[in-house]
């Protein structure tokens, strides 16, 4: 079993950045698909940004150009760089993983997810 613990979310400014961390354990880090979703108010839950083992990198459109994903397997852990923020990114973002099998990576069959990490993104 894998917990998550995200971290790094905040109130920032619109065009601004912040970076969320994702914590996982477990000796089995490198073998999970990570991803990131976000569910904003009163909205519906987002893919946002996935990674698999192999480093194939996936993000939803209104992201592109602005978020990054990464993860550093050495440290068991996530990252997504977000820059330029925008106000309709103000949403609660959550880290989860997935296991062989995998899931779809845009999907909501991810095997572990974590409790969220609220960003806020004021214009």
């Known amino acids: 079993q894998v917990q998550l613990v995200e971290s790094g979310g905040g109130l920032v400014q619109a065009g601004g950045s912040l970076r969320l961390s994702c914590a996982a354990s477990?000796?089995?880090?490198?073998?999970?698909?990570m991803g990131w979703f976000r569910q904003a108010p009163g909205k519906e839950r987002e893919f946002v940004a996935a990674i698999r083992r192999s480093g194939r990198i996936y993000y939803v459109d209104s992201v592109k150009g602005r978020f990054t994903i990464s993860r550093d397997n050495a440290k068991n852990t996530v990252y997504l760089q977000m820059n330029s923020l925008k106000p309709e990114d103000t949403a609660v973002y959550y880290c989860a993983a997935d296991s062989p099998p995998y899931s779809d990576y845009a999907g909501y069959d991810y095997d572990y997810w974590g409790q969220g990490t609220q960003v806020t993104v004021s214009s």
């Open positions: 477990g000796r089995t880090f490198s073998m999970y698909a």
